[in-house]
């Protein structure tokens, strides 16, 4: 036998408490699949031969301050031993903290190089 109604009738609508429950299913199946199908890329494994790592959340000012007082302290102790050792070890302590006084003035430069991009955005925004 047929009926012209459907049982229960459908009349489109459905209540807020039935739409909430079907929000919840829904993205509830959206998270599951995304889970499987489109897993979010791992973080690159650390080489294992690696003894020490710099903390990946470190912003680049930081590094480069660290990287410019570990120059300045490796200029000095370099320095220092010169005072103590003769002849060519003398030289090549000397070049070291050349060296090392070098490539702090190149660090000092890229940290001027990103507050001047800094104080830029700033004035751009402001």
Do not use: W
């Amino acid at each position: 036998m047929f009926k012209a109604t459907p049982n229960p009738p459908q009349n489109g609508q459905k209540s807020r408490v039935e739409a909430q429950e079907a929000k919840k299913l829904e993205d509830a199946a959206t998270r599951a699949l995304d889970y499987y199908l489109n897993p979010k890329p791992a973080s690159p494994e650390p080489d294992s031969t690696q003894l020490f790592i710099v903390a990946p959340h470190i912003d680049t000012e930081t590094l480069l301050a660290n990287a410019s007082e570990d120059l300045l302290s490796i200029s000095t102790i370099a320095a220092d031993l010169a005072d103590d050792v003769d002849d060519s070890r003398r030289c090549v302590a000397l070049a070291i903290s050349r060296m090392a006084d070098g490539v702090q003035l190149l660090v000092e430069r890229a940290l001027d190089h990103l507050e001047t991009k800094a104080m830029a955005a700033n004035n751009a925004k402001g």
